[in-house]
């Protein structure tokens, strides 16, 4: 998956540090990120490749083994020489992977930045923790942490036979698992049920937890479960959400494409009784 970096190590802990030249910058433009390609292998600007980042405050996002990731504070800064915009869903297939890591997760910090200039409660300009990373009203002090919001994915099985579904507008053959956002006062389990039978009609028992992944494209962390058919296998489905939803055997499952997605882990981990 995506996460999986080993044996580099994501170390999320903030430091309010002094940048140095050597250090990299992750720039943003919506959803565009300056960097540059060699066929898949990405790279990013360091400090030193900027001429106008000199004096200017810096967001510290992260590090990765001992190199520090900075985002600029400011909007309309240019790619340096040697650099370009490039769309940022490129993470989703660049190598090394903990440089395609490193996107997805600055930007979803990117938008909640953007999110977050003004208070939600008393509309006042939000300043930034020296401590922490938050955003905090300069007049009434509200404190607002990153965005991440609980998704639970479930794979319904039936013997041999799993229970896998299409979105709306998605591609024939395209498949995935049940999912969806815990709501507030909802255990992951009792999400786990209710979306369940809410995307197909189908009700499901014998809940065993597998696996998290944050998932920094929609700010997410997924949570994992396999579980059963509890009684009638009949399909009902969702046509607000879904295109399709259908039991398929271990040999109809279609193999994965990708392997960044904890979705297509468990539909692989099923298909060959791993």
């Given at each position: 998956?995506?996460?999986e970096?080993?044996?580099?190590?994501y170390?999320?802990?903030?430091?309010?540090?002094t940048?140095?030249q050597?250090?990299?910058?992750?720039l943003?433009?919506?959803?565009r990120?300056?960097c540059?390609?060699?066929?898949?292998?990405?790279?990013?600007?360091?400090?030193?490749?900027?001429a106008?980042?000199e004096?200017?405050?810096?967001y510290?996002?992260?590090?990765?083994?001992d190199?520090r990731?900075?985002?600029?504070?400011?909007?309309?800064?240019?790619?340096?020489?040697g650099?370009?915009?490039?769309?940022s869903n490129i993470?989703?297939?660049?190598?090394?992977?903990?440089l395609?890591f490193?996107?997805v997760?600055?930007r979803a910090?990117?938008?909640?930045?953007?999110?977050?200039?003004?208070?939600?409660?008393?509309?006042a300009?939000?300043?930034?923790?020296?401590t922490?990373?938050?955003?905090v009203?300069?007049k009434?002090?509200l404190?607002v942490?990153?965005?991440?919001c609980p998704?639970?994915?479930a794979?319904?099985t039936h013997?041999?036979?799993?229970?896998v579904?299409?979105g709306?507008?998605?591609?024939?053959?395209?498949?995935?698992?049940?999912a969806g956002?815990?709501?507030?006062?909802?255990?992951?389990?009792?999400?786990?049920r209710?979306?369940?039978f809410e995307?197909?009609?189908?009700?499901?028992?014998?809940?065993t937890?597998?696996?998290?992944?944050?998932?920094?494209?929609?700010?997410?962390?997924?949570?994992?479960?396999y579980?059963?058919?509890?009684?009638d296998?009949?399909?009902?489905?969702?046509?607000?959400?879904?295109?399709?939803?259908?039991?398929?055997?271990?040999?109809?499952?279609?193999?994965a494409?990708?392997?960044?997605?904890?979705?297509?882990?468990m539909m692989?981990?099923?298909?060959?009784?791993l």
């Amino acid at each position: 998956m995506i996460h999986e970096i080993a044996p580099k190590e994501y170390k999320v802990a903030y430091q309010n540090c002094t940048q140095t030249q050597s250090d990299t910058i992750l720039l943003f433009d919506s959803d565009r990120v300056c960097c540059r390609l060699d066929g898949e292998e990405v790279a990013f600007p360091k400090i030193g490749d900027f001429a106008d980042l000199e004096g200017m405050d810096l967001y510290y996002l992260f590090s990765i083994d001992d190199e520090r990731f900075f985002m600029p504070h400011a909007h309309g800064i240019l790619p340096p020489n040697g650099y370009e915009w490039h769309d940022s869903n490129i993470c989703r297939t660049s190598k090394p992977r903990h440089l395609a890591f490193a996107i997805v997760t600055a930007r979803a910090l990117h938008q909640w930045y953007n999110s977050n200039k003004y208070c939600g409660s008393c509309g006042a300009d939000m300043g930034h923790s020296e401590t922490e990373r938050a955003c905090v009203c300069t007049k009434c002090g509200l404190i607002v942490y990153p965005k991440i919001c609980p998704v639970i994915i479930a794979a319904v099985t039936h013997g041999d036979s799993l229970l896998v579904t299409r979105g709306k507008g998605w591609a024939q053959g395209r498949y995935a698992l049940v999912a969806g956002f815990v709501e507030s006062g909802e255990s992951l389990e009792d999400a786990v049920r209710r979306e369940v039978f809410e995307e197909t009609g189908v009700h499901a028992k014998n809940i065993t937890y597998y696996k998290s992944q944050p998932w920094g494209f929609t700010s997410t962390l997924l949570s994992g479960f396999y579980c059963e058919l509890d009684g009638d296998p009949a399909i009902h489905i969702d046509e607000n959400e879904l295109s399709e939803a259908v039991w398929l055997s271990r040999d109809e499952i279609p193999p994965a494409t990708a392997d960044i997605a904890l979705t297509a882990e468990m539909m692989e981990v099923f298909k060959y009784d791993l």
